[in-house]
């Protein structure tokens, strides 16, 4: 009876790797996605931009979201920053979250 039991188990691998291997490259994709970002805003040749932080995600259906936040001094250097930013390929929608501040 006992070889019976043991000749019933599945000595086969599970792949549960699988959707964590689509996570693993959908994370490395998002992550590449704000260094672009990152890269653009220190490069715009705007020294105000360099303090504006970016997080990606993607949303449900795919999509990537860039959320931008941190101050700065108009609301002219806001809108610098999100085109800037919408210049980074793979990017579906932008999340302005900046806030405009007087800077000392």
């Keep these: 009876m006992l070889e019976t039991t043991m000749a019933c188990i599945d000595?086969?691998?599970?792949?549960?790797?699988?959707?964590?291997a689509t996570r693993d490259t959908a994370g490395k994709r998002l992550a590449a996605t704000e260094q672009a970002v990152i890269?653009?805003?220190?490069h715009s040749g705007y020294r105000q931009l360099h303090g504006v932080r970016c997080r990606c995600s993607q949303s449900g259906d795919s999509e990537t979201l860039v959320i931008l936040?941190?101050?700065?001094?108009?609301?002219?250097?806001?809108?610098?920053?999100?085109?800037?930013?919408?210049?980074?390929a793979g990017i579906?929608?932008?999340?302005?979250?900046?806030e405009v501040v007087e800077l000392e």
């Design 11 to 20: 000595t086969r691998p599970v792949h549960l790797h699988t959707h964590a």
């Design 39 to 42: 890269h653009r805003l220190w």
């Design 69 to 88: 936040s941190g101050e700065l001094s108009s609301f002219y250097m806001k809108q610098v920053a999100q085109e800037v930013t919408r210049c980074v």
């Design 92 to 98: 579906d929608r932008i999340q302005n979250q900046i």
